[in-house]
């Protein structure tokens, strides 16, 4: 079997560099041709917000000894971004972002972080302070709700049980190696 040769790092650089050069490019090509085409709808910073979510995703990606659960809360603070972005430039006619989009990512993100834990409870020191601020981002609905920002639907309500509810199972499972990690840390 025939491998492909192996980009060496310098190359690799060049070669994002010039990638980026080329969204950029993209980018203010999308913005010019949208002012001239249809000014009045904003769908160039639609693409351009997919542009740059892209880009963080890429880079961080293409770092060495990326922790899983760390890749987990980029994804889910990148795109809640993204979506309060596109709902904001479509002025929250509906509010879909805070009230279906970001609930729904937090319930995902929950439900993976669990996924992560039960496969590789071992690791699960590791994973623990992004659990850990996943749970405070989970909190965000609960403090739009309180605030009267956004309305106690439904699925803010289930993205905060489905956290806090995860948070415990997972300090269940793994109290002992938390336990063990914490008196090793501390030198108890």
């Known amino acids: ?44 910073a639609l693409a351009n917000g997919g542009i740059v979510y892209a880009w963080v995703i890429v880079i961080y990606s293409i770092r060495k000894n ?3 659960a760390g890749h987990v809360l980029l994804q889910t603070v990148a795109i809640s971004l993204l979506t ?3 709902d904001y430039i479509l002025r929250f006619k509906r509010g879909w972002s805070i009230n279906i989009a970001i609930p729904i990512i937090i319930i995902i993100a929950n ?40 309305p106690n639907n439904g699925l803010n309500i289930s993205a905060i049980v489905v956290s806090v509810t995860n948070f415990v199972l997972c300090l ?3 109290a002992k190696d938390v336990k063990d990690a914490v008196v090793r840390k501390l030198h108890w």
């Open 111 to 150: 439900i993976t972080m669990a996924i992560l834990t039960i496969v590789s409870y071992k690791k699960y020191i590791k994973y623990a302070i992004y659990q850990l601020i996943i749970v405070m981002l989970s909190m965000l609905p609960a403090i739009l709700m309180a605030e009267h920002i956004v």
């Open 1 to 44: 079997m025939i491998y492909p040769e192996k980009i060496k790092a310098k190359k690799s650089d060049k070669i994002i560099k010039i990638l980026m050069l080329v969204s950029v490019c993209v980018a203010i090509l999308l913005l010019v041709v949208n002012k001239l085409t249809t000014p009045r709808i904003p769908w160039a």
């Open 66 to 68: 990326v922790n899983i």
């Open 172 to 174: 269940i499972w793994c």
């Open 84 to 86: 309060v972005y596109i």
